[in-house]
């Protein structure tokens, strides 16, 4: 029972993750692929301002004196062979196989608080459909982006790929998971 279901999940993974390509059509639709790990990263540029990307869920999403005000739960992301890895190392009393291609860790409960700076850019990958499939890599607006967060309900766990310049988020970008 437990090997069909991994091998379902897995077809059911991988059918969502083909290129689909309608007949007599010239357009493809190509779900994005995550890299294999995505764990949080801080540094400086050339110009010394401070770079940081991460994983996150969002916890609460508010207006606050005019400004946009996301909390962040960070996450580390794994994706295939390191996501069973990953498994491994934090259930290594389990015995069946990990039936996932992504594994999600979230191991600190702290919870980060930034402004969204008025400039932000924002890419949902299922926000709205083109010919029955999702339209991946959708550039919205701010009043999008918060009326997508907002119908999900939150705190929702929806991963989104964070950008942070000297303490203000810069770009958001939904991680699709299947």
Same mark, same amino acid.
């Given at each position: 029972?437990?090997?069909?279901?991994?091998?379902?999940?897995?077809?059911?993974?991988?059918?969502?993750?083909?290129?689909?390509?309608?007949?007599?059509?010239?357009?493809?639709?190509?779900?994005? /692929? =995550?890299?294999?790990?995505?764990?949080?990263?801080?540094? @400086?540029?050339?110009?010394?301002?401070?770079?940081?990307?991460?994983?996150? %869920?969002?916890?609460?999403?508010?207006? @606050?004196?005019?400004?946009?005000? /996301?909390?962040?739960? %960070?996450?580390?992301?794994?994706?295939?062979?390191?996501?069973?890895?990953?498994?491994?190392?934090?259930? =290594?009393?389990?015995?069946?196989?990990?039936?996932?291609?992504?594994? *999600?860790?979230?191991?600190?409960?702290? *919870?980060?608080?930034?402004?969204?700076?008025?400039?932000?850019?924002?890419?949902?990958?299922?926000?709205?459909?083109?010919?029955?499939?999702?339209?991946?890599?959708?550039?919205?607006?701010?009043?999008?982006?918060?009326?997508? /967060?907002?119908? @999900?309900?939150?705190?929702?766990?929806?991963?989104?790929?964070?950008?942070?310049?000297?303490?203000?988020?810069?770009?958001?970008?939904?991680?699709?998971?299947?």
């Amino acid at each position: 029972m437990r090997k069909t279901y991994l091998l379902l999940s897995s077809l059911i993974f991988c059918a969502l993750f083909v290129t689909d390509v309608h007949a007599g059509s010239h357009q493809e639709t190509v779900t994005p /692929v =995550p890299p294999q790990v995505i764990v949080p990263t801080s540094n @400086k540029d050339k110009h010394g301002n401070t770079l940081e990307k991460t994983m996150a %869920y969002v916890k609460t999403l508010q207006v @606050k004196n005019g400004k946009l005000i /996301v909390s962040l739960d %960070y996450i580390q992301w794994f994706f295939g062979e390191a996501a069973v890895k990953a498994y491994r190392q934090d259930h =290594p009393l389990e015995k069946e196989d990990y039936p996932m291609p992504y594994y *999600i860790r979230n191991s600190s409960p702290k *919870i980060r608080t930034f402004e969204i700076s008025p400039r932000a850019s924002f890419t949902l990958q299922t926000n709205s459909t083109q010919d029955e499939n999702f339209h991946w890599n959708e550039s919205v607006n701010t009043d999008t982006f918060k009326k997508f /967060v907002l119908s @999900k309900g939150i705190p929702y766990q929806l991963p989104f790929h964070i950008e942070v310049t000297n303490g203000i988020v810069t770009k958001i970008t939904e991680q699709y998971i299947p």
